[in-house]
């Protein structure tokens, strides 16, 4: 059997709230499929989409997106007005560069270069 990702799907309490995050960072237009359930197709990119849950997270996400960019200091500086956080410092070694960072919910993606 061959399969493909159709889709990534995070579990959120507000799904129209991360939608726009995510489309800010990654391109596409989000989309409100109804109050519980957003996505958005960002160029050369799976759908990722984002259903409404009631329970917390709680824990660190076991599954994490390393978005590639040309300079992760400025590409964190840029994404914290839609509400993303750094976590820790900039680490740096023989393979490039990645910066921690969590959306507004707190999901953990990092910014990759190399």
Known sequence: MRAHVQELVYD???????????????????VDRSPDWSYVEPPGFVRVAFQRV??????KNRLHLDV???????????????????????????QGSFQVMRDPEGNEFCFVTG
Do not use: S
Not at 54 to 59: F, H, I, S
């Open 68 to 94: 590639k960019v040309e300079d992760p200091e400025a590409a964190a500086d840029e994404v914290a007005p839609l509400g993303a956080v750094r976590v820790g410092g900039l680490v740096t070694d023989e």
């Open 12 to 30: 959120c309490g507000d799904p129209a709230v991360l939608v726009r995050f995510w489309a800010g960072l990654l391109g596409g237009e989000p």
């Open 54 to 59: 009631p329970e917390g997270k709680v824990v």
